[in-house]
């Protein structure tokens, strides 16, 4: 079965600064998918990636997968408080559903 | 926006009853999920639709959970009866179809057993 690391597990930095955040996969990524979650609530959509060496940008968030297909990391620009949560990497094994990292845990402190 | 409907929003239960949670996809999605996610941790797929039919349970204990989507709209989950380790997230999502590029999820049903 396929294993997603996600690296670090939490994260506490300052507002403006930047952060990246990795995540791993066991084996060759056919898509990887990036979420945010709030505490308590469901997952919102934030990226996704297919193809070798492919980056994607929205607002101050960048992701980008690497020509291995086999990790991805996410970087935050100039991070502002609402940039605050749980980061979620997931991957579809070839079954047409997604499996999940356990997450990393953003706070940005004012 | 269209969104995934859950209910209820919480729920406290003591062990050994039964609940159930309900899930309605965005409208015209065919693929129906089902994730529990434990604090602290990844969601977990526990069953996978496709219109009516069952994909994949394999995550699913079955001698407690049950889960269905009969007319291949909304969907019901149920445990009976609830044990300590079941509290959890439950969160349901939906796509297009099972070659769909994004999942979208609800806000989930919080499960306390006690």
């Known amino acids: 079965s396929q294993e997603l690391e996600q690296s670090p597990q939490s994260l506490i930095v300052q507002e403006g600064k930047n952060l990246t955040i990795n995540c791993t996969s066991s084996k060759t990524l056919y898509g990887l998918y990036w979420y945010k979650q709030k505490y308590g609530e469901g997952l919102i959509f934030l990226m996704m990636?297919?193809?070798?060496?492919e980056e994607k940008s929205h607002e101050k968030i960048t992701a980008k997968l690497d020509e291995k297909k086999q990790q991805s990391s996410l970087h935050i620009t100039a991070s502002q408080p609402s940039h605050a949560g749980i980061y979620l990497c997931?991957?579809?094994?070839?079954?047409?559903?997604?499996?999940f990292g356990k997450g990393t845990k953003l706070s940005v402190i004012p | 926006e269209a969104e995934v409907a859950q209910s209820p929003r919480y729920k406290i239960t003591e062990k050994s009853q039964a609940v159930a949670f309900w899930c309605d996809p965005i409208s015209g999605h065919a693929t129906l999920y089902w994730y529990r996610q434990i604090l602290g941790q990844g969601p977990e797929l526990l069953v996978q639709f496709q219109d009516e039919s069952v994909v994949d349970d394999s995550q699913l204990p079955k001698d407690r959970f049950s889960a269905e989507r009969l007319k291949g709209v909304d969907s019901t989950l149920k445990i009976q009866p609830a044990e300590l380790g079941d509290s959890a997230m439950y969160l349901c999502?939906?796509?297009?179809?099972?070659?769909?590029?994004?999942?979208?999820f609800g806000s989930g049903t919080q499960l306390s057993v006690l």
């Open positions: 999502a939906s796509s297009i179809n099972r070659v769909a590029e994004k999942l979208f």
């Open positions: 990636l297919q193809k070798g060496g």
């Open positions: 997931g991957a579809d094994p070839g079954s047409y559903q997604l499996t």
